[in-house]
């Protein structure tokens, strides 16, 4: 796999599916190995994927100092990746965790972004968290699944702080719970860091209202992308952190949860494909 060298010496990979345009892939988690985005549902036929393993996920290195895991630091990481791959700007697609990278990313660099794709992205770089409100009335909409009786209440006491994070109530984070799903949720405890996930948001983390005003002048186009399903973010919360950029566009992905190019491949990988080209939405490509 490609690797380069970051600021402080830590051997960090990529890998690289498809062809075309470079598009720098921020995985979520947070510190989730990006293995879990596969091809993005098909996106790699039309852009060439370069997914960034974070580091200390899948193949990158652990870091000498741990506090390095915390967000903030980590926007070094994707500026030494642009260097190393020679591009004056860049593409960026971020999902979940990934968005509030990205989001500081583009703050201290926006001379270096071309595009950016925010995926189902918690908007906790700009102080905007998903509540637990949110979760629980966007759990509310599948109450006719047949999994919803045997879920709710574990997923219930999750958000109140009183049970663990337990499996059964994973097909909330989906928009269809099927073989494909199932599968992807497995996958995920031995992809993530969770040592590092814990440092990832830790405090000074953060700063909302400098990220808010240095994001106010951002000439670059963004896309915030939704599932109708999903509860963080919640659309509704999409569209207030799509306020926060000037050139900003929402989609909101018909009967998908936070997964969207699982849920539906073909809406997903034609939206945002729409959005990298710079085409309107809904225009049939060519």
Same mark, same amino acid.
């Given at each position: ?46 852009? $060439? ?14 870091? $000498? ?46 001379? $270096? ?42 997923? $219930? ?33 031995? @992809? ?56 900003? @566009? ?15 491949? @073909? ?6 494909? @729409? ?12």
């Amino acid at each position: 796999m490609p690797i380069f060298t970051a600021r402080d010496g830590t051997r960090l990979t990529y890998h690289l599916r498809g062809r075309g345009e470079p598009l720098i892939v921020l995985p979520g988690g947070p510190m989730r190995a990006c293995a879990y985005l596969g091809d993005l549902g098909g996106l790699d036929a039309h852009r $060439r994927l370069v997914l960034l393993d974070l580091r200390g996920t899948g193949e990158s290195a652990a870091p $000498r100092d741990p506090a390095t895991y915390r967000c903030d630091r980590l926007v070094d990481d994707v500026e030494a990746l642009r260097v190393h791959l020679g591009l004056d700007r860049v593409d960026l697609l971020a999902h979940s965790a990934g968005g509030s990278l990205a989001m500081l990313y583009a703050a201290r660099h926006p001379e $270096r972004v071309g595009r950016l794709a925010l995926i189902t992205a918690t908007p906790w770089a700009l102080g905007m968290p998903a509540t637990a409100e949110d979760r629980r009335a966007a759990a509310l909409l599948r109450r006719d699944e047949p999994w919803y009786a045997e879920a709710f209440p574990a997923f $219930r006491a999750w958000l109140a702080g009183t049970g663990d994070y337990d499996p059964v109530f994973a097909p909330f984070f989906y928009g269809r719970w099927d073989e494909a799903a199932r599968a992807h949720e497995s996958a995920g405890d031995a @992809e993530t860091n969770d040592k590092a996930a814990e440092v990832f948001g830790a405090d000074g983390a953060y700063d909302p209202p400098a990220t808010r005003a240095a994001l106010a002048g951002l000439p670059s186009p963004v896309l915030v992308l939704a599932g109708e399903l999903d509860g963080g973010p919640r659309p509704e919360l999409a569209r207030r952190s799509a306020e926060v950029f000037p050139h900003a @566009e929402v989609a909101v992905q018909p009967g998908a949860g936070h997964y969207p190019w699982l849920d539906d491949p @073909e809406w997903f990988v034609g939206r945002v494909t @729409e959005f990298l080209a710079g085409r309107p939405a809904g225009r049939t490509p060519s």
